[in-house]
């Protein structure tokens, strides 16, 4: 998340992965994506939290598999073709953790520039405003940067 802030201190424009999850268009820091892989087998793990229910092996690492539909007030939804699991690395509590999230689709990597950012409102829309950093504009659309530590704790 190292490159977000700085870029924002900056106020230059941002490399981001952008990807789908049902009808949003989110962007990650392209520096916090490790890979973008096909879907694998998940194993369940009792008693979890619902938007990380499952892990997966990548690579030889046990990875926490997050679905994050739950924590943006979405349905679930079956994987498709176009389905990705984005592998990240974030820091959780000072220690580097892998996380893999499911994608409904995933883009380009594209720069979006940091002096269309804004807040999430407040009212008005579906999305959880705690767990957004801000919101850009790509092209005509708006474009969520989430908070992935606030939502992931």
């Known amino acids: 998340m190292t490159d977000f802030v700085e870029a924002i201190e900056q106020g230059h424009a941002l490399q981001v992965v952008m990807m ?3 009808t949003e ?14 879907p694998i087998p998940t194993t ?6 619902p938007h ?3 892990v997966v092996n990548v690579r030889g690492n046990v990875v926490p598999l997050a679905d994050i539909r739950e924590r943006f007030g979405m349905p679930l ?11 990240i690395e ?4 000072g220690d580097p953790t892998l996380v893999a999230l499911v994608a409904d689709k995933v883009f380009e990597v594209t720069a979006v ?16 405003p705690e767990y957004i950093r801000s919101i850009v504009k790509s ?4 474009v969520i940067i989430p908070d992935m530590q606030a939502i992931l704790n």
Do not use: C, N, Y
């Not at 369940?44 to 939290?49: D, F, I, K, S, T």
């Open 44 to 49: 369940r793990v009792a008693g979890a939290r």
């Open 139 to 142: 092209g005509d659309d708006f």
């Open 20 to 22: 789908r999850i049902g």
């Open 77 to 87: 939804a079956a994987a498709t073709p176009d389905t990705r699991f984005v592998v």
């Open 90 to 93: 974030l820091d959780l509590d």
């Open 52 to 54: 990380l229910g499952h």
């Open 113 to 128: 520039a940091l002096e269309t950012r804004q807040p999430a409102p407040k009212i008005g829309t579906s999305w959880r």
């Open 25 to 38: 268009t989110f962007a990650l820091g392209a520096g916090m994506v490790r890979e973008i892989i096909d």
